[in-house]
């Protein structure tokens, strides 16, 4: 699984060199080039994205006590991620020098007001794509703490289950034990049965045997 997981980082950081290259060159483009490459760039985030949900995937299937570490890696390369995105924003709405001197004039000459009004919309842009930003982010928090917390049940109904068999082999023990008990009990009492029923017929025997003695000096001395 961690070599998988490797695999992953090595193509991450292929893919996010080369989209940091390219979105850098974006505010210098114009035109038709400009689009070809701001689509280029958003077909490989979207492979970014895909790539990190296979991370995240290899990361819920690796060992509970080594999950800690790789949880820290696919974390930062979240936070890696993130800042792509809101460079790539940030670069497709940035005015190239060439879209300038269109709006403003190779003199310079064309209004000021314009110039603030591109500024302000563009402020207001930058503004609302932080909000998008915040909520996707509270979002994913929302939906991290949904899966810990489910495998954290997960967890607890595993030890509840192992606790339930442990549970049920002590009864079975105890089930056998009461039976050996019983077993023996009856053993027991058959034996003290027994030993009762001898020492009556010892007591018998030496009845019989006393008596005898007592007769047989009865009659001898009444012979005489």
Known sequence: MSSDFEAYEQDFGTLTAEI???IGRIPKL????KTQLVLNVDKQ?????ELMEQMDLEVREIPIQSRAMYNSRLKSYKQEMEKLEKDFKRSRIAYSDEVRNELLG???SS??????KLR???AHLLDNTERLER?????EAGYQIAVETEQVGQEILANLHSDREKIQRSRDRLRETDANLGKSSRILTGMLRRIIQNRILVFILGAI???TIVLAIYFNLRGH
């Open 20 to 22: 940091t290259n390219k």
């Open 30 to 33: 114009a035109g038709e080039e």
């Open 45 to 49: 985030l979207e492979e970014v994205r």
């Open 106 to 108: 190779d003199d310079g």
């Open 111 to 116: 209004s000021e007001t314009q110039l603030i």
């Open 120 to 122: 302000e919309e563009r």
């Open 135 to 139: 909520s996707s982010r509270r979002l």
């Open 209 to 211: 045997i006393l008596l």
